[in-house]
Structure formats: structure tokens, C-alpha cells
């Protein structure tokens, strides 16, 4: 069974950048494709980016999209996200999620194997 554990959170202002990991063990996460969520206080989990196995393909939430990219390093077994551009709405905790069956990238349900999080918070 695969561990993901996600780092790189913190406090950052308005405008600033953050760059999370999510580091795999227990098996390669190399096949297979990842995805970042966030979920807001009161909030439900949602959609930020997803990366297919080899990298040639990724996706984006809007409210993301031209502000964050997702990567992955299959040498190190770990995926990323670099965040720039940080608004206050972007603060929540965010998680990493491997996708080991089925399809898709968009939705919570679509995913197998889920991080504890790391939390983001942005100031104005």
C-alpha cells in the first residue's frame, strides 16, 4: 500500500509563491496518475490540478489555471505543485491523491489513496 505525505505549506502573502511535494513510499506512484485537491473550512474538497503517469498531460481547475503547475519526479517517487500568484482564496489545506484504478481526474471518487495534507494560508 502506498504513503503519500505532503510538505511545503505555510503562510505566505498575497502575491507570493509556495511549492508543495507529496512524496510516495511503500511502492512507486510512477504508473499511475496524481492529483492535488484543497479543501477550504466549511468547504468540500475541490479539484486543483492532476498530472497523468508519464507527465504529458495535465490539468487544471480554473480559478488555478496560468498560476500553478503540477510536475512529477518519478526518480524521487514525488509529484508537485508550484503555486504563484497566491490569492486569499486559495488558502486551504491541500492534499495529493494517487489514482491506482479506473478514470478520470476531476473528482474526489476518482482517486484511491489520499495524504493527511499540508495547510496554506494566504494573507491580504
Known amino acids: 500500500q502506498v504513503q503519500l505525505v505532503e510538505s511545503g505549506g505555510g503562510l505566505v502573502m498575497t502575491g507570493g509563491s509556495l511549492r508543495l511535494s507529496c512524496a510516495a513510499s511503500?511502492?512507486?506512484?510512477?504508473?499511475?496518475?496524481m492529483g492535488w485537491f484543497r479543501q477550504a473550512p466549511g468547504k468540500e474538497r475541490e479539484f486543483v490540478a492532476a498530472?497523468?503517469?508519464?507527465?504529458?498531460?495535465?490539468f487544471y481547475a480554473d480559478s488555478v489555471k496560468g498560476r500553478f503547475t503540477i510536475s512529477r519526479d518519478s526518480a524521487k517517487n514525488t509529484v508537485y505543485v508550484q503555486m504563484n500568484s497566491l490569492k486569499p482564496s486559495d488558502t486551504a489545506v491541500y492534499y495529493c491523491?494517487?489514482?491506482?484504478?479506473?478514470?478520470?481526474?476531476?473528482?474526489?471518487?476518482?482517486?484511491?489513496?489520499w495524504g493527511q495534507g499540508t495547510k496554506v494560508t494566504v494573507s491580504s
Open positions: 491523491a494517487e489514482r491506482y484504478r479506473g478514470q478520470g481526474y476531476h473528482t474526489t471518487d476518482q482517486y484511491d489513496y
Open positions: 511503500g511502492r512507486t506512484v510512477s504508473f499511475y496518475p
Open positions: 498530472i497523468n503517469w508519464n507527465g504529458d498531460s495535465t
